[in-house]
Every structure is written in C-alpha cells, then in structure tokens.
C-alpha cells in the first residue's frame, strides 16, 4: 500500500511542478521513428528494443539487450515530390501555385545513433535535422531549419512486490542536449534556384537544455501491460540569439536582450496498453501480435489550456503482426489519420518504412498531412 501512496503523491508533486510559472514553450525533441510511426505514434507500454528506448523509462528493466552502432532514417512531409518535380522542370508559375498555403519538410536522424538498452539500463547519443517550409501566399514562404543533438540516460527499477505473475517496474531518463535553430523567410525565386545561402544571414538561435522523463510499467504474466509516463517533467531550456550563423560561430556578442532566454519543454503525460494474444497462429507462420492502446497528454486541457487539442487528436492505436520471425506488418491510428508500415529484420541490419498522417490543427479533418519514413537501422 505505501508503494501505492508514494507513486500518487509522485504524480501529483508532477503536476503540481508544471503549474509552475514559465516564461514560454520550446517544442520538445522527438526523435523520428518508422516504427513508432506506423503503430500510431509512440507506446508507453511497448519496450521490447532500442527502438523503444524513449517511449518509457520502466521498460529499460523487461527491454531484451540491444545495442544500436548506427541509424539513418529520411522523413518525408507534404508534397515533397511534388515540389522537386516543379523546382527540376523550372516552371516557376507552378510552383507559385503549390507554395500558397503549402507545409512540407524534411527530417533527417543519424548517422549519430548509438546507445545501449537491457538489464535495467539505457543510453543513447542522437543527432537529428529538421526543415519545415510552409506559406501563406504564393510569393514567399516561411523556413525553419533546426538541428538537435541529444543525450540520454536512465535506469529502471523492479518493485519489491513484484512476483511471477506479475510486475511493477519503475524508471527514469535523464536527457540533455543542443539545437541551433534559423527561421527564415524565402522568395519564390530563391526556392526555385535553390539559394540556400540567403538563410546564413538570417537571424539564429542556439538552445541548450536539460529534463528527465518518469515511468511506471506493470506487466501481467506476458500478455499484458500498462505504462504511464511523463515526459519533459522539468525540462528548462536556455536560449541565446544572434544576427546569423556566422556571428554565433565567430563568438560574437548576442543581439540586445537575446542572452539568457528561459523556457521549458511542456510536461506531457501519457498512458498506454498492450496485449499479445496468446494463441497458437505458427500454421499462419505468424510469430507474434501486439495490439496497442495509448491515450497522450491527459493533461493538456488543464496545463497549456493554450495548446490543447481535441481528445480524438490524442489517441494512439497500433498493431504489429510479425511474420516469420523477420517481417513485421504494422498497421496504426494517430490524430484521428491512418499509418500503415513494415519492417524487415536482416540480422546485420533492419529495414523500416512507413506512411502515416498527422493533424497540424487542434481539430480533426482541418489540416492534415501526410508523411513517409524510411529507416536503416544497425543493431547487436
């Protein structure tokens, strides 16, 4: 019972700190993943590799051994395709029409992704890049190009209660790291003749930060499991601004008033399920089934009131059908939009791919997007 009075008063003491005042919001990292993607985002309950490794803390403790040496993985959002094909051609009165009310972009994480997850224990070093471009009208646009290198580490925790039949497991991650961010505004022109060098001599920001994530996992026997975690429990960013890249890069003095900007990453607290049926399906040549439940950011109503969205937009469901033993089929609902994937373990390395939708409005069916993932992963 004591266990269960110290996890509530843990909970609350969560909320009660991010009801704290703040000074603004920095968007949090997340690390792109085809897999995560596919299943419909990412599962508190689902630790079963380094794949996993941010989605809750507690699973480093029931998560096999893995250790990743590299990854390289392309994210795709928007008429991408489209927009190379217009910019190829040089049909710039085309592109004129596809840039008014446009959002597209591009992620990129790895080669840097190496770290360890088993035995209670998980660590990983990420570098990710991003560029979002989106418009209102059909002359300029606005662009954001940001980089991320990312640091984590955790420990997980088997309650003493805990028996055969079944689990309680605890964890935490600790996380630091760096983003270089410009946000810039491009001409049409200057998209169509691909003048990146127009965004050296805009205005840049540099980030360093710090945060940890908590989480409980209870498993039952090997079918079922329940995880909660929170993400960005205290997750304070510092931020210093300059005129442009190379003023930052030549140590030169901030712009007036751009040194010590203080903000924090949102608290999020999510809770998921997963359960693998149990039956015999080897005369299907299906090795195993998990079938996932998360609802995300409980909290966002009463916390950032500012940002909340429609309890549909939080609701994560996913399946993964895995077919001899290398083939995952995975199939997924997020934000109210379909996701489908596979993925193929080779033993040297793994392939993932996926297609999936996301909402950009804070209502369903308003705004949504398509994506496309392609990963490699390297794993032992």
Known sequence: MRYIQKIGITISALLLLSTLPLWGYQDPVHLISPRDAALGGRHAALSDSFSSLVNNPAGYYSSPEEVSIAELTLGLKGPVFSMADIITTGELSELSDLINGIYTGVDVLGPLSFGYV?????????NQS??????????TANVDVWDDIVMTGGYAYRLPFS??????????????????????????IDIMDLNYEVLIDQPYSFTSFIGADLGLRYAWKDSLAVGLVGRDVYSPTLTTRYYNVNDFLDGAAPVPGG????DTMPFQLDIGMMYLPKADLSRYAISEIKLL?????????????????????????????????????????SQGLPAAGIGLDLHYFRLNASMFGTERSTEPGLAPVYNLQLGLEFRS
């Open 118 to 126: 088993g035995k209670g224990l998980g660590f990983g070093v990420f």
């Open 130 to 139: 991003s560029l979002v471009l989106r418009s209102n009208n059909s002359l």
């Open 163 to 188: 028996g055969d039949m079944h689990s309680l497991d605890a964890g935490i991650m600790l996380k630091g790291g760096f983003r270089g961010r410009v946000d810039a505004g491009m001409s049409v």
């Open 259 to 262: 040194e010590n900007n203080y």
């Open 293 to 333: 439940f998360d609802y995300k950011d409980i909290f966002d109503f009463w916390l950032y009131p500012e940002l909340a969205n429609n309890p549909i937009l939080h609701v994560g469901l996913g399946a993964e059908i895995t077919v001899l033993e290398i083939l995952d089929v995975r199939l997924g609902l």
